[in-house]
């Protein structure tokens, strides 16, 4: 193991804390006195490439290579600053000798991995002309790459950045089993990891047969482990939208039960009943409507976790579509009970309040269906 000189681990020191700019200033000095100090180069370099840019990183990573053209990390540096500068087209050869010189090193083989498929990819779009790949051309040409993703698994078992590659080429050729048990090692190393936890979570909130609520708390549970994902905090909007839209199901049902009891629309078959209805009926339809809300919203939003309750309230606040859904059903809902109370004595009144109740609802319920907010 090289020994590190006490400038220099002072200066990785302060690199640790994030303090690029003193950093620099102590290997400038540092350098001045020594320049064939190859740790120090690469260390600037890494200072660099957080302060000023991916080409000056670059040139710290050339000084260091014109020491040492075979030293790890000043491959490694500018395999990276080559990346950052001017994408994934030229990193492979520095990548390749990278692997040579440090075959037991997982980061490399990945990283060419990375970019053998990035670059295939690249190749095969622009010689095709195709707009779009297929799964199975995806498949077709990563195979290069596919081995080196597994060879690097098996050199760094924890390595998150070669699952990461992995789980990109094998999701890019449509093998979502790959993908899948991909995704379980990644969170098995790492369970906030933000993007391994949003794809497992989508896919469990849109498997078939999954309601609004359900997917609600998928997405809260999955927000409590990542609480800055702006996408995570969109698909909890999307799955509160829908249970405040369903509401508009309930207040329509309620809303159909005395309409239904008094008979608004009556038949030969189904002559309209004897009006006003008796109190007890009418009270009885009210009933009716209470165990509707009691049961289909009132017990399923006792039940949601906190997370979702409190994003229910909070989407009625910020959502100019989640308040016009509540709205809607708070005017079904009154048209409801209005038709239900009074002892009408014919249909006109209570089938005149049935339509105002229904049609704004009918007029929106369709085009508002993939509203998030």
Not at 99 to 112: G, K
Request: charged residues 25%.
């Amino acid at each position: 193991m090289t020994t590190l000189h006490p400038t220099v681990e002072q200066a990785q020191a302060l690199i640790d804390f994030e303090r690029y700019d003193q950093a620099l200033a102590l290997l400038g000095r540092h350098l001045a006195e020594d320049p064939g100090d190859i740790r120090a180069w690469v260390k600037m370099g890494y200072c660099r490439f957080n302060t000023e840019g991916p080409r000056q990183a670059r040139e710290a990573a050339d000084e260091a290579l014109k020491l040492d053209p075979e030293d790890y990390g000043a491959l490694m540096l500018r395999a990276r600053a080559m990346v950052d500068d001017e994408g994934w087209i030229n990193v492979e050869p520095v990548l390749r000798e990278a692997v040579r010189v440090a075959p037991e090193e997982s980061y490399p083989r990945a990283m060419l991995a990375d970019a053998v498929w990035r670059v295939a990819v690249v190749e095969y779009a622009r010689t095709t002309g195709a707009g779009t790949l297929s799964h199975a051309d995806m498949d077709r040409i990563s195979g290069e790459a596919s081995d080196l993703a597994k060879e690097a698994l098996r050199l760094g078992p924890e390595d998150i950045y070669a699952h990461e590659v992995a789980h990109r080429i094998a999701s890019a050729a449509g093998n979502g089993t790959v993908s899948d048990q991909l995704d379980e090692a990644i969170l098995r190393i790492d369970p906030t990891h933000a993007e391994a936890l949003a794809r497992r979570t989508k896919k469990a909130a849109e498997a078939p047969g999954v309601g609004a609520a359900h997917a609600a708390d998928l997405y809260a549970g999955a927000l409590a482990g990542q609480p800055g994902s702006s996408w995570m905090q969109q698909q909890l909007d999307r799955a509160t939208y829908r249970l405040l839209r369903g509401t508009r199901w309930l207040a329509l049902l309620c809303l159909v039960t005395p309409a239904a009891m008094i008979n608004l629309f009556p038949s030969d078959d189904h002559p309209a009943p004897a009006l006003p209805l008796p109190v007890a009926q009418r009270l009885w339809s009210m009933v009716i409507m209470a165990a509707i809300w009691g049961f289909g919203a009132w017990r399923r939003y006792r039940k949601l976790r906190s997370g979702v309750q409190l994003n229910v309230r909070s989407l009625i606040h910020r959502g100019r579509w989640a308040r016009v859904a509540l709205a809607q059903s708070t005017w079904a809902m009154l048209c409801a009970l209005l038709i239900a109370g009074p002892p009408w004595a014919d249909l006109a009144g209570p089938r005149l309040i049935f339509w105002a109740g229904i049609v704004p609802i009918a007029a929106t319920i369709w085009f508002d269906k993939n509203k998030a907010r």
